[in-house]
T-cell receptor
Framework: DAKTTQPPSMDCAEGRAANLPCNHS???????VYWYRQIHSQGPQYIIH???NNETNEMASLIITEDRKSSTLILPHATLRDTAVYYC?????????????FGTGTRLKVLA | EAQVTQNPRYLITVTGKKLTVTCSQN?????MSWYRQDPGLGLRQIYY???????DKGDVPEGYKVSRKEKRNFPLILESPSPNQTSLYFC???????????FGQGTRLTVV
């Protein structure tokens, strides 16, 4: 099963871009990369997902390397409210069913 | 408002006393799942359901049961809770297994 590796913590200055890396070296061709975040102990919140192309939405951008072995989530202008744990997830597909595997995530602290 | 509702939010119970944590979604989603979250271990999937009457084990199903008799509800049943099931539990739903998942606010369970 493809797993993800993320740094346990990162700091970012308010107003600067936050770049959160994720390694998924065993990802297979039809597995998507998803990003969620969790603020305190609330339910995780969806941010963005992608397969092979870079993606952007109102919250963030997702850059996936050409070999798909790693990706980076970019929060273009981090605010204090972006302080959270960010999870990079690979969606597994087995016999038509789906499974998410969460790692331990990156704890991002945005500093004033 | 689109939401996933879990009840109760907090529960303290004794070893061996059967309990049910309810989960309901109002988005007509087919896919629902349960996770537990423990310090240092991230979120781990307990069970998931692709549709009514279709359920399957996740990574940590031991000691839990689920049922999916209606599309909107996906209760988590602990027939004989033990202290090692003390955890923060999340229910999630999505239109399909590979689309954006919506999480409930969590149920903090303590088994003494």
């Amino acid at each position: 099963d493809a797993k993800t590796t993320q740094p346990p913590s990162m700091d970012c200055a308010e107003g600067r871009a936050a770049n959160l890396p994720c390694n998924h070296s065993t990802i297979s061709g039809n597995e998507y990369v998803y990003w969620y975040r969790q603020i305190h102990s609330q339910g995780p919140q969806y941010i963005i997902h992608g397969l092979k192309n870079n993606e952007t939405n109102e919250m963030a951008s997702l850059i996936i390397t050409e070999d798909r072995k790693s990706s980076t989530l970019i929060l273009p202008h981090a605010t204090l409210r972006d302080t959270a744990v960010y999870y990079c997830i690979v969606r597994l597909t087995t016999s038509g069913t789906y499974k998410y595997i969460f790692g331990t995530g990156t704890r991002l602290k945005v500093l004033a | 408002e689109a939401q996933v509702t879990q009840n109760p939010r907090y529960l303290i119970t004794v070893t061996g006393k059967k309990l049910t944590v309810t989960c309901s979604q109002n988005m007509n989603h087919e896919y629902m799942s349960w996770y537990r979250q423990d310090p240092g271990l991230g979120l781990r999937q307990i069970y998931y359901s692709m549709n009514v009457e279709v359920t399957d084990k996740g990574d940590v199903p031991e000691g839990y049961k689920v049922s999916r008799k209606e599309k909107r509800n996906f209760p988590l049943i602990l027939e004989s809770p033990s202290p090692n099931q003390t955890s923060l539990y999340f229910c999630a739903s999505s239109y399909g297994g590979g689309t954006e998942a919506f999480f409930g606010q969590g149920t903090r369970l303590t088994v003494v």
